[in-house]
Every structure is written in structure tokens, then in C-alpha cells.
């Protein structure tokens, strides 16, 4: 009798452009710090886009959009990189995350502070570039960071405290371009957050029967069969929340039909999770970059 293998969901590939063009040395820092899969990077940069471009009325200026982005990618890579060393335990014994540099021991503990000290050193360096005002909200993201990668060991929703820090760049945005974070501007952060839930639970289906077997916990493993419903109202929820905020941000009327191809998108996605198998789910986590594609888009024609 012919049988179906399942499927490979490491997030690591062999053969890919780490291992063909960089040294060796370099190839598990790399990939400790995600550059390998850059899919979070995206998930973090449109958002903060958007947030630059509704708070400068059209086209943000060039020095605060190169800040802004050498930010999300040097915060995003640590933040794996803290992930990383706090579940190092736990990795080994996931589908997805055997092969990581500090679960498969490419890297030891002690070079993996260091990098991720360099990492911090190096995002510390931009906040020169930016207001007084702005360091502080930035320094604020600091407690989410280092605490998401111990939430899923007492806590159903490490997604939120992920989506609050991922997304933390847009409040800062607002505060760096007119000094202060109005109430549209939490409300399209909020939305982000309820975005992110909504798309970390499909990613999190990847790792079900691993974390249960761990006893971790996750907003998959909480939703249980009830995750497309659930996941279907934190989209609504998002698109509520961006519709509201982008409102009262004085966004015009095309920002609505902005508004109208993300809900139809986010639906599409929905109606698409198959919560029997991670191979679609993983696909339709990485749809989510086209999401913040259009939430960018959204921004700029509302704010023209």
C-alpha cells in the first residue's frame, strides 16, 4: 500500500544561497539572525511604512525611511536571535526548527550573546538619527523583546506580545515625524497587533502537535479546531481597527478601497486554512507579506 510522506517543514534549506555563496564561518549567524528567511523582515518593515507615510502626508523623508528600515531588520534579527537562544532547548525536537544553528550546536551560547550584543549595539547606533521623544518610545519595546520568547511557557497569546513588539516601530514613526502618537495612529498599531495574531496562529499550526508534546502553549493550540473562526476575527478585527484609524488619520476615500482589497484578501486566506496540514498553513502565513504590501499602498494613496 502506497503511503504519503510528510511533508518537510524545516525552515532551514540546505542548498540555498547561504550555503552557495557565503563562508562558513558566517552561514550560521546568518541564519541565526533570520536573513536567510526574510519573510519576518517584510511582515515588519510594511507596517512601519505605512505608518511613515500616514504620518508624512505622502512620501516620508529618505533619512527617517533608511533609519526606520535598518531598524525593523537590525530589532527583527535580534529578536529571533533571543528567541533562539531561549528555545534552544525546545528546537531540537520541533519539525520546523531542528536544524537552527543553536538547536543543531553550529553555535555555542557564549558566540551567540556576543552576536546578539553586536545585533543591539548596532540598533542602539540609529537612535542618534532620530528625537529625544523617539528614543524613549523606542527604549519601550525593550521588556517585549527579551520577554515573547518565555511567553509560550505560561501563556496561550505569545502572538500578541510578538505582534505589540513587531509593530512597535509605527508608534515610534509617528513620534519622530510630528512628535507625538495620536489615537488613529494606536488604533492602526492595535490593528497591527490583531493582524499578526490573526497570521502567527496560522504559522503556529505548523508546530501543534510539537508544542503540545513540549507543553508549550499557543494561540493554535488554544483556538484548537475552532482556529479558522477565530482566526477570521482577528482579521476582522485588524481591518476594523486600520479602517477606524486611517479615518480618524484623515485618510481619503482610496484608502478605503484599500481597506476593502485587504479584507477581501485577509477572507481569501481564511476560507483557505486547512488546520490538518501545516504545508498550507505555512503557505498562507507567507501570503501575509502581500497583506502589508497593501496596507503600505493603502497608506500612500490615502494620504495623497
Not at 3 to 15: A, C, E, V, W
Not at 89 to 112: C, K, Y
Not at 151 to 168: D, E, I, M, S
Not at 231 to 251: D, E, K
Request: glycine content about 8%; aromatic content about 12%; proline content about 5%.
Amino acid at each position: 500500500m502506497m503511503t504519503l510522506s510528510r511533508p518537510d517543514l524545516s525552515d532551514i534549506r540546505r542548498g540555498d544561497w547561504v550555503d552557495r555563496r557565503l563562508p562558513t564561518a558566517w552561514r550560521p549567524y546568518t541564519r541565526l539572525a533570520r536573513l536567510d528567511r526574510p519573510v519576518g523582515i517584510w511582515l515588519t518593515l510594511f507596517p512601519c511604512w505605512a505608518a511613515l507615510i500616514q504620518a508624512s502626508h505622502g512620501f516620508p523623508d529618505l533619512r527617517q525611511l533608511i533609519v526606520f528600515s535598518l531598524g525593523a531588520l537590525l530589532m527583527r534579527s535580534a529578536g529571533a536571535t533571543v528567541n533562539d537562544i531561549a528555545d534552544r532547548n525546545f528546537d531540537g525536537h520541533v519539525e520546523r526548527t531542528r536544524f537552527r544553528p543553536l538547536a543543531s550546536g553550529q553555535i555555542d551560547i557564549p558566540h551567540a550573546f556576543v552576536f546578539l550584543a553586536v545585533q543591539l549595539a548596532l540598533a542602539a547606533s540609529l537612535l542618534l538619527f532620530l528625537s529625544p521623544y523617539t528614543r524613549l518610545i523606542a527604549i519601550g519595546v525593550l521588556p517585549l523583546v527579551f520577554v515573547y520568547p518565555l511567553c509560550k511557557r505560561f501563556t496561550h497569546w505569545p502572538q500578541a506580545v510578538l505582534g505589540a513588539a513587531f509593530n512597535w516601530g509605527m508608534l515610534m514613526a509617528w513620534a519622530e515625524v510630528v512628535g507625538h502618537i495620536p489615537a488613529g495612529a494606536v488604533l492602526m498599531w492595535t490593528g497591527a497587533i490583531a493582524w499578526q495574531i490573526g497570521y502567527d496562529t496560522v504559522y503556529a499550526y505548523v508546530d501543534v502537535e510539537d508544542d503540545s508534546r513540549l507543553g508549550l502553549k499557543s494561540t493554535a493550540i488554544l483556538f484548537g479546531q475552532r482556529g479558522k473562526t477565530c482566526i477570521g476575527l482577528f482579521y476582522a478585527l485588524a481591518v476594523g481597527a486600520w479602517s477606524l484609524g486611517g479615518w480618524l488619520l484623515g485618510m481619503s476615500l482610496p484608502y478605503a478601497i484599500g481597506m476593502l482589497v485587504i479584507a477581501v484578501h485577509l477572507a481569501w486566506q481564511t476560507w483557505r486554512i486547512d488546520l490538518a496540514r501545516p504545508e498550507v498553513n505555512f503557505r498562507l502565513f507567507m501570503a501575509n507579506i502581500l497583506t502589508g504590501v497593501l496596507l503600505a499602498g493603502a497608506a500612500f494613496v490615502g494620504a495623497w
